[in-house]
């Protein structure tokens, strides 16, 4: 079974900075995408920013320049390092994964597979 761990959210000041973690745990046999995204309260889930195992990154326009995210295979974890918050970076920050369980040719059907989400506040 695998699992999606979210670490790193919390209150911050508008112009500061955060790190989230999402750290995969359970059987993984590959990563092909790794991702955040986000809900504003009152608001759907929407991209954040997304890297995929080729090591090319999409941004949302509402992020770029300022969050960055990386990653880490050896342990199976992921970063978005937040820089310049807004107060309209305000939401509840989930990570997701593309991943497989087995070799490719295995027909297994995976589902998304997603964090539980953790809140940043950002305060004006």
Same mark, same amino acid.
């Given at each position: 079974q695998? =699992?999606? #761990?979210?670490?790193?959210g919390g209150? #911050?000041q /508008?112009?500061?900075?955060?790190r989230?973690?999402c /750290?995969?745990?359970? $059987?993984?046999?590959? &990563?092909?995408a790794?991702?955040w995204y986000? =809900?504003?309260? %009152? $608001? @759907?889930?929407?991209?954040? /920013?997304?890297?995929?195992?080729a ?5 949302a326009?509402?992020v770029? %320049?300022r969050?960055?995210i990386?990653?880490d295979?050896a ?5 978005? @390092?937040?820089?310049?918050? $807004?107060?309209?970076d305000t ?6 994964a ?5 070799p490719?040719?295995v027909? &297994? ?10 809140? &940043?506040? #950002?305060?004006?």
């Amino acid at each position: 079974q695998v =699992q999606l #761990v979210e670490s790193g959210g919390g209150l #911050v000041q /508008a112009g500061g900075s955060l790190r989230l973690s999402c /750290a995969a745990s359970g $059987k993984i046999f590959s &990563i092909n995408a790794m991702g955040w995204y986000r =809900q504003p309260p %009152g $608001k @759907q889930r929407e991209v954040v /920013a997304v890297l995929t195992s080729a090591g090319s990154t999409t941004y949302a326009d509402s992020v770029k %320049g300022r969050f960055t995210i990386s990653r880490d295979n050896a342990k199976n974890t992921w970063y978005l @390092q937040m820089n310049s918050l $807004k107060p309209e970076d305000t939401a509840v920050y989930y990570c997701n994964a593309d991943l497989r369980t087995a070799p490719s040719w295995v027909p &297994i059907r995976e589902p998304e597979y997603w964090g539980k989400g953790t809140l &940043i506040t #950002v305060s004006s």
